[in-house]
């Protein structure tokens, strides 16, 4: 691609860039402002040229004519989960490539302070805000603060809500499988016991299937006490599972350390496989064979989609019949999870 430099002493302009990168104008400005889909390989090659020619856009202009500042906001529910650190990290990566700045802040779980923070980033005037809630958020009164939003981390559909999430139950179901093929059949379950979870739900459904009255379910919260606290419960039983289904890596971590602190041997006696896929669950001894959440494309899709939303609008999924016509998307967009085996429970049968 024959690339002619701009004269010495002109600054760069978005014309450049364009020539550079062998697109129109519009193409340039859709890469740098994601209101409008752009073919992947169309972007990186408009992204070199950014970089080989040193290209600096106007952001004070640019947001005075677009109205977008050119900033994106994340509320998680904790800072002190490992999931949600990753995610932020999968979040920023993905606005980062849109040209995007990413403001993050926490709701300690709190649906008052998701509402709070809202107004503060509508008041900054960010063009969207993606959520990851801990507890139920109404749609209606976010909608009111008048700035796009998408969730994250979600599980089922609301009505007019975009929402991303991967599918637990899928997830569930392939954990306990493993389990099951590995010659474990007493398999219990520690994490949220409320009826409907879909992680509950996977691992009774695989039970079911194979023929395997469910082991005990034990309730705890995603904290590393609850897990060690799970971990008693269950052993304190009169019939000692051989396997276990953690529905996180954060109670995954907590559970490993009390079983061996219990004299346990993992996965001889027990057989341990988790949820989330996190940086620690491959650090842990032995290291935890998980269900990996595919956060970046997650973090992808729904910066992407939330970008398209358009000034002045909610959550609801954006119309057809802008001038890029984006794909209509679906209100709730699940993604598989991946098995990943580890020697907490190893290969069974078949996987080599």
Not at 37 to 53: H, S
Not at 217 to 239: C, K, N, P, Y
Not at 311 to 324: I, L, Q, V
Request: hydrophobic share 40%; aromatic share 6%; proline share 8%.
């Amino acid at each position: 691609m024959a690339r002619r430099p701009p004269a010495a002493g002109r600054p760069v302009t978005r014309r450049d860039v364009a020539r550079a990168a062998g697109v129109s104008d519009a193409v340039v400005s859709y890469t740098l402002s994601g209101r409008a889909p752009v073919a992947p390989a169309t972007a990186a090659r408009v992204m070199a040229a950014i970089e080989e020619l040193g290209y600096q856009p106007n952001q004070t202009a640019r947001a005075l004519k677009s109205g977008s500042t050119q900033t994106l906001a994340l509320i998680t529910p904790h800072g002190t989960n490992p999931f949600f650190a990753e995610f932020a990290h999968a979040i920023e990566a993905a606005a980062t490539e849109r040209g995007f700045a990413l403001y993050t802040t926490t709701s300690a779980g709190q649906a008052d302070t998701v509402r709070k923070r809202m107004r503060e980033f509508a008041a900054r005037q960010v063009d969207g805000v993606l959520l990851i809630p801990d507890t139920p958020v109404d749609p209606v009164q976010l909608d009111s603060v008048g700035i796009p939003w998408v969730l994250l981390n979600a599980s089922v559909a609301r009505e007019g809500v975009l929402s991303f999430g991967v599918d637990l139950q899928q997830g569930a179901m392939v954990a306990t499988r493993h389990l099951i093929e590995d010659g474990r059949v007493r398999i219990a379950y520690l994490g949220n016991t409320t009826p409907g979870d879909e992680r509950l739900v996977g691992w009774r459904r695989a039970l079911a299937e194979a023929s395997l009255a469910p082991g005990p379910a034990i309730t705890a919260a995603f904290e590393r006490d609850s897990g060690q606290r799970g971990v008693d419960e269950l052993l304190a039983g009169e019939l000692r599972p051989d396997a276990l289904f953690v529905a996180s890596d954060m109670l995954g971590v907590a559970v490993l350390r009390r079983l061996h602190e219990r004299g346990v041997s993992i996965p001889g006696d027990i057989a341990v496989v988790s949820f989330d896929g996190s940086w620690e669950s491959a650090y842990t001894w032995p290291a935890l064979t998980t269900v990996r959440q595919p956060i970046e494309e997650m973090a992808r899709q729904a910066v992407t989609q939330l970008l398209q939303l358009g000034h002045g609008r909610t959550g609801a999924p954006p119309r057809a019949g802008s001038p890029e016509d984006p794909v209509e998307p679906q209100p709730l967009t699940l993604l598989p999870g991946e098995l990943i085996v580890r020697e907490s429970c190893g290969p069974h049968p078949g996987t080599g």
